[in-house]
Nanobody, 121 residues
Framework: QVQLMESGGGLVQAGGSLRPSCVASGSIASTNLMGWYRQALGKQRELVATVVDPGRTNYADSVKGRFTISRDNAKSTVYLQMNTLRPEDTAVYYC???????????????WGQGTQVTVSS
């Protein structure tokens, strides 16, 4: 009933930028928190950044000052502007959203399939 579709990953050299995006679709009544997480090969999934209306953001220490999360509620989309990328940022980046379905009471967390970001040195 809900899909989160990421796009905008890719291969970039160290110091470069990428701007992945994630669109939520389906029978959505409202969306609370939206965020990005990442999982590098052989490591656990970790928080990158989250945003809660009206614009409260939270970032992992490792990306503060380099990444910026934003959302467009009219488009049900969350973005992650990633600047000054480092090889250690290489991971699969997952979108997550806390969504309440039409006709349903509680919020539930939904995940996208992930988009690969590779930063070469």
């Amino acid at each position: 009933q809900v899909q989160l579709m990421e796009s905008g990953g890719g291969l970039v050299q160290a110091g470069g930028s990428l701007r992945p995006s994630c669109v939520a679709s389906g029978s959505i009544a409202s969306t609370n928190l939206m965020g990005w997480y990442r999982q590098a090969l052989g490591k656990q999934r970790e928080l990158v950044a989250t945003v809660v209306d009206p614009g409260r953001t939270n970032y992992a220490d490792s990306v503060k000052g380099r990444f910026t999360i934003s959302r467009d509620n009219a488009k049900s989309t969350v973005y992650l502007q990633m600047n000054t990328l480092r090889p250690e940022d290489t991971a699969v980046y997952y979108c997550a959203a806390s969504i309440r379905l039409v006709g349903s009471g509680p919020y539930s967390i939904y995940w996208g399939q992930g988009t690969q970001v590779t930063v070469s040195s």
